[in-house]
């Protein structure tokens, strides 16, 4: 408990440093030098590499244009697409999500209504934040539907493989992020 609660500190730390939000009273400044030797070691904290689209459909109507990591008021994933071979009403579209969860039971998650991601390309997104803290290493298959009908490949990706290759501010706010999540997994699976 006491290093995920340090993590936790830590993660606070290094996301008020890259939003600029409030550095004046950071997250961990009341840390001891006996609070900090509980903080895991960044340094050790590696990233995945789980990044692939299945080939799973011929013809798929839509394209995957790029996936991410959400860091601005909660974590989460957003998985963006190209539906310009799709004619349907893009209203009508639902994305599915599979992943393991922390207790290693299967769950399936069904977004609903893509937004507007960048208006100038005509890409849209799915946004999912449904990921537990210690869940964030966790391989998610998210393919997108209209109806019962898969109108996209099946996308494979796990949140940490956005933190490889980031660095100065985002990339200490990734390695924070990951070991937090680490303690997590290790205190709740403990």
């Known amino acids: 408990m006491k290093t995920l609660c340090a993590d936790l500190l830590r993660y606070g730390t290094k996301a008020q440093i ?4 409030r550095t004046n009273a950071l997250a961990d400044a009341n840390m001891t030098d006996a609070h900090k030797a509980y903080l895991s070691d960044m340094e050790a904290v590696t ?15 839509i394209t995957w244009a790029g996936k991410s990591l959400d860091l601005e008021s909660k ?12 004619k349907g009403d ?8 599979s992943y393991t969860d922390i207790h290693g039971t299967a769950k399936t998650v069904i977004l ?19 990921l537990l803290a210690a869940e964030l290493r966790t391989v998610v298959s998210v ?8 109108v996209s490949c099946t996308l494979q990706y796990s949140p940490d493989t956005y933190g490889a290759n980031k660095e100065g501010a985002l990339g200490a706010l990734c390695k924070a992020l990951f ?8 205190y709740f699976m403990g």
Request: glycine letters at 2%; a negative charge; hydrophobic letters at 40%.
């Open 47 to 61: 990233f995945g590499n789980t990044n692939k689209v299945l080939n799973d459909i011929d013809n798929a109507p």
């Open 75 to 86: 974590v989460a994933l957003k998985f963006v697409f190209d539906p310009v071979n799709y």
């Open 18 to 21: 890259f939003k600029s939000y």
């Open 179 to 186: 070991a937090y999540s680490d303690s997590a997994k290790t």
């Open 143 to 150: 393919q997108i539907f209209a109806g019962s009908t898969p």
């Open 112 to 130: 609903e209504a893509p937004e507007l991601y960048n208006p100038d390309r005509m890409l849209y997104a799915f946004t999912l934040d449904a």
């Open 90 to 97: 893009l209203s009508e579209l639902s994305l599915k999500v």
